[in-house]
């Protein structure tokens, strides 16, 4: 069956460096993947997405890259602030449903 | 819009009783998802609607939890009998299609002593 799975539970940085957090996938038809970002006490919110038919993406401070060669996904935030501690989800379909993995939790210092 | 409403935000009950989690998608989405979130397990899919039928349920632990759409904006998520290790957060998403980006409702604190 279909799982997506984070590298890192948890990636600490300081304020102002760039953040990546990677995703692997093991589903090959799996041709849409979306970036949630979930605050404490809220629930996920989107960021960023990527269909099957790219393999890079840019919003504002985040880009999100795709490597289906090797079912792999990475989320990078520039410019860390404050703001962006969270714990980031990657999903994809393409399936039946949607599938999560436990999250990695971004952890931004001073 | 709103987004999707769900109440309460917290509940706390004693082992054995009945729990109802409400929820109200955004108005024209089409696919409605019930998640639980644990530290263990992470975001969990229990069941989801597409126009107010159950497509997946798959994910629902067992008899005791039971979810229903009786029309486009309302859906609940019963447990019944409660257990403390159903304590989590429940969150409610909505969709305007499939396999299209979720909205997410503010989630449903349980805790069942």
């Known amino acids: 069956g279909e799982s997506v799975g984070l590298h890192l539970p948890t990636l600490s940085v300081q304020e102002g460096d760039n953040s990546i957090i990677n995703c692997a996938y093991s589903?090959?038809?799996?041709?849409?993947f979306i970036w949630y970002k979930q605050e404490s006490g809220k629930g996920p919110q989107f960021i960023i997405d990527?269909?099957?038919?790219?393999d890079k993406r840019q919003g504002q401070r985040v880009t999100v890259l795709l490597n289906k060669t090797v079912k792999h996904l990475s989320l990078q935030i520039a410019a860390t602030q404050p703001g962006d501690s969270a714990v980031y989800f990657c999903?994809?379909?393409?399936?039946?449903?949607?599938?999560f993995g436990t999250g990695t939790r971004l952890l931004v210092s001073p | 819009d709103a987004g999707v409403i769900q109440s309460p935000r917290h509940e706390v009950t004693e082992m054995g009783q009945e729990v109802t989690l409400r929820c109200k998608p955004i108005s024209g989405h089409d696919y409605l998802f019930w998640y639980r979130q644990t530290m263990m397990r992470g975001l969990e899919l229990l069941i989801y609607?597409?126009?107010?039928?159950?497509?997946?349920d798959s994910g629902m632990p067992e008899d005791r939890f039971s979810a229903k759409m009786p029309n486009a904006s309302f859906s609940t998520l019963k447990i019944q009998p409660s257990e403390p290790r159903d304590s989590a957060v429940y969150f409610c998403?909505?969709?305007?299609?499939?396999?299209?980006?979720?909205?997410f409702g503010s989630g449903t604190q349980l805790s069942v002593l």
């Open positions: 990527i269909r099957s038919n790219m």
């Open positions: 589903n090959s038809a799996s041709d849409y």
């Open positions: 609607f597409n126009n107010n039928v159950p497509i997946d």
């Open positions: 998403a909505s969709s305007g299609g499939k396999g299209e980006k979720l909205f």
């Open positions: 999903s994809g379909t393409g399936f039946q449903k949607l599938v």
